[in-house]
């Protein structure tokens, strides 16, 4: 059996992501009551970009990317609440309380990465008095030589809350535990995205995006098999390369586009080698370290061995020189910035994406998109016009 997942490609199936499909979009949080009913466990939902989550598990709940509302959520509510140049996960997160569909969760967790995200942690606090809201406070000086201890202070703080929600006692043997699982699932994502840059043909971005939502949506110790098996199944493909162009995807990293825009950028033409959907999820380039302080280790890891992200002001890598070495090592051809409506850390970044690409003589395409989109057919145009101005100039 066999689909036609566009211009030029037929993927065979099934393969692990499309059994997932569904699951992921659904805002009912199917694999998180699934998991409460087998293990008696509740669940935190934890707001983009990054949390340590790691923290979260160990206190007893099961850490749960809460990605707003997507394209299957009418706000009827949250409108209200919130003025409106702001972009639409803060309102559908919202929603999601209204329409009661937060149940599974015993806590949120939010992060200091923008106003409007402060905002929404303090108003779904107000609104919603059966999750408790956490909101860690991350470091925005990354080279100040208090920011691992301070950090590290934090995250006892925020393990103290959760512990406090649970009535869990914590280790430090239990927390090693925990680094042990995510630092599995990280890996194993890790090994997808570099397969996905090598043989873009073999493994679509709509199948690796699917895999990383699931990611967040399960625990750690159950969805690496399945990332692990995903990777093999891609490994077996034979697909050859069609005539598309390589690019890298930014500006996604925090409201996540629908998956029908993501497919239909790639089925205009293009293979995606990089991009920064979910990115708080995969965030460290490499294993936390098991040994000595577990939440210094996490404090490090943040600090000094995370990816470049919008929300991290880290001044000792400029994030548009990150992102120009990237496509470099990754042979992209071009770059295409998809950024979320409305979001103040994704647009000051595009400012300078763009005087690099310039620079270094990169195309690039500016996009913009909601969550929730139902027509792709404006994007699908540029994008095809964008391809053929480079395939045949
Ligand atoms: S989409 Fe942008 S502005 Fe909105 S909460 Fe996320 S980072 Fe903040």
Redesign the pocket.
Known sequence: MSRDIGMTTTIETPFPAARYRDVVEDRDFPTVRDYARRTGRAAAGCY??YGPFELVRAAGLLPVGLFGGGNRIEIAHADSRFQSF??S??KSTMELGFQEKLGPFKALLFES?????RN?ASVMSRNFADQKSVYVHLPQNMTSPAAVDYLASEYRRVLAELCAVTGATVTADDLRANLRSYNAMRAALRDLYAFRGRRPESLLTGELYTLTRLATLMDPDEVTPILRESLAAANEREDRPKDRIRVVLIGA???QPPLELVESIEESGCYIVDDDFMLGWRLFRRDVPLDGDPFVALARAYLDDSLHL??KHDLRVPRAKAIVESARALKADAAICLI?K?????LFDYALYRKAFDENAIPHLYLEFEEKMWLYEKIRTEVETFVESMLFR
């Open positions: 983009p970009v702001i972009c996960i803060v990465i923008c106003d409007p995200a929404l990293f925090c409201e919008s929300t979320a409305f979001c103040e850390p994704g």
